[in-house]
């Protein structure tokens, strides 16, 4: 058998902080490593296969496109484009009407932060201190840790970055100049810090008062991770842009930027080779189709206040705050999280980091309330 890992790390770029681990299968909340060890998927890829690993009715729409058409240029009308928008503004807050699609949540970015500026004649941007909207230049310029900022600068000029869930250092950072307010409903890789309602309320109305764009970031939290089919209806408000990507179409690459009436753009002002192709248009109509069929919203939101009541029925000194809403799950630690990951996957449970103390959990929405219960165990083994 092929050295999987020494193949990697002799070609890739070395980007990555890597695991010892070479995995090459998934079903459900499940994955298997090369060698046939069995893991609990609390990650989901960062929350990508809200459906679950080896969904059938992803893999079968998949690879019936895949032998029908796989690409279409943008400058021509396509069946499965059209299907997978219908589909998409069928669960989409009904005050968004368009949508540009793209490859990526971080493309989504780019051409949230493009059309504001378009349609405003402003150029800044207002963002949040623990925010994290992707990696390109501009999204970047909106992502606020400076560890992934070194050796970039100067980056896109124009944004300003003020606390979360403080609206009035925020209002105090908006002027005549400002394009857009971006805003995670939850910020995901900050720590699972949950918006206030009455924030968001504010936000809004603020940015109707001086005209500036409220765009919401849903690629972490959209498609039913947290108990909505998007998060930004707990807060009762409507965005004028919002970002989604990630679990869209059942893992397979794709994003967009859905607008409301007020976006317009001239034709050629924006594109993308590959974004809304036929393949992921399949793979989304099967994705949110799946998330419908099994209210997926529904289980999250269950299973989220399953999980959180079995582990704060045991006193766990190690922990400082356990953050839940639906199945995003933040507990934040009076330690480093690095060692408890590790202990986690010596016990075949593969989680993730959001920062130095907070341990993230975003298993698959159709993980087994079994697997949750596994999961609490071996927490308690580890943090007691």
């Known amino acids: 058998m092929k050295d999987y890992k020494e193949l990697i790390q002799r070609y890739e770029v070395d980007v990555y902080p890597r695991r010892e681990v070479v995995l090459v299968k998934g079903k459900g909340a499940r994955?298997?490593?090369?060698?046939?060890?069995?893991?609990?998927?609390?990650?989901?890829?960062?929350?990508?296969?809200?459906?679950?690993?080896?969904?059938?009715?992803?893999?079968?729409?998949?690879?019936?496109?895949a032998s029908n058409l796989v690409t279409c240029p943008n400058t021509f009308y396509n069946?499965?484009?059209?299907?997978?928008?219908?589909?998409?503004?069928?669960?989409?807050?009904?005050?968004?009407?368009?949508?540009f699609l793209t490859n990526s949540?971080?493309?989504?970015?780019?051409?949230?932060?493009?059309?504001?500026?378009?349609?405003?004649?402003?150029t800044n941007f207002v963002a949040t201190m623990k925010a994290f909207h992707g990696r390109t230049m501009g999204a970047l310029s909106a992502t606020y840790k400076?560890?992934?900022?070194d050796g970039f600068e100067p980056l896109v000029p124009g944004f300003m970055h003020?606390?979360?869930?403080?609206?009035?250092?925020?209002?105090?950072?908006?002027?005549?100049?400002?394009?857009?307010?971006l805003?995670?409903?939850?910020?995901?890789e900050g720590g699972i810090n949950i918006g206030q309602k009455e924030y968001f309320q504010k936000v809004r109305q603020l940015c109707d008062e001086k005209n500036i764009f409220l765009i919401i970031d849903e690629i972490q939290t959209g498609f039913c991770r947290t108990g909505k089919m998007f998060a930004i209806e707990h807060f009762g408000i409507e965005a004028d842009?919002?970002?989604?990507?990630?679990?869209?179409?059942?893992?397979?690459?794709?994003?967009?930027?859905?607008?409301?009436?007020?976006?317009?753009?001239?034709k050629s002002k924006h594109g993308s080779t590959f974004g809304g192709n036929p393949l992921a248009c399949a793979a989304g109509i099967a994705s949110i189709e799946f998330m419908v069929e099994n209210k997926l919203w529904e289980e999250a939101e269950a299973k989220g206040k399953y999980f959180k009541e079995k582990l704060e029925s045991h006193s766990l000194q190690k922990i400082r705050?356990?953050?839940?809403?639906?199945?995003?799950?933040?507990?934040?630690?009076?330690?480093?999280?690095?060692?408890?990951?590790?202990?986690?996957?010596?016990?075949?449970?593969?989680?993730?980091?959001?920062?130095?103390?907070?341990?993230?959990?975003?298993?698959?929405?159709?993980?087994?309330?079994?697997?949750?219960?596994?999961?609490?165990?071996?927490?308690?083994?580890?943090l007691s």
């Open 79 to 99: 069946d499965k484009k059209a299907l997978f928008l219908e589909k998409l503004f069928e669960v989409a807050p009904k005050n968004l009407t368009r949508a």
């Open 183 to 188: 805003l995670e409903p939850i910020q995901g």
């Open 162 to 181: 003020v606390p979360f869930n403080n609206f009035e250092k925020l209002a105090e950072a908006v002027d005549e100049n400002t394009a857009g307010i």
């Open 241 to 266: 842009m919002m970002t989604v990507a990630k679990s869209i179409a059942g893992g397979f690459p794709m994003g967009a930027l859905l607008c409301n009436d007020k976006i317009k753009i001239e």
């Open 31 to 65: 994955l298997w490593d090369d060698a046939g060890h069995e893991y609990i998927d609390m990650a989901a890829g960062i929350s990508v296969a809200n459906i679950g690993h080896g969904n059938e009715k992803l893999a079968k729409a998949i690879s019936e496109q």
């Open 105 to 122: 949540g971080t493309e989504a970015i780019e051409a949230a932060l493009k059309f504001a500026r378009l349609n405003s004649g402003k």
């Open 146 to 149: 400076k560890d992934y900022k």
């Open 321 to 382: 705050e356990i953050r839940i809403v639906g199945l995003m799950i933040g507990v934040e630690l009076k330690e480093k999280v690095q060692p408890v990951l590790q202990e986690l996957m010596n016990r075949n449970i593969i989680a993730l980091p959001a920062g130095t103390t907070v341990l993230r959990m975003l298993p698959p929405l159709v993980i087994s309330y079994q697997d949750l219960d596994t999961v609490v165990d071996k927490l308690v083994e580890i």
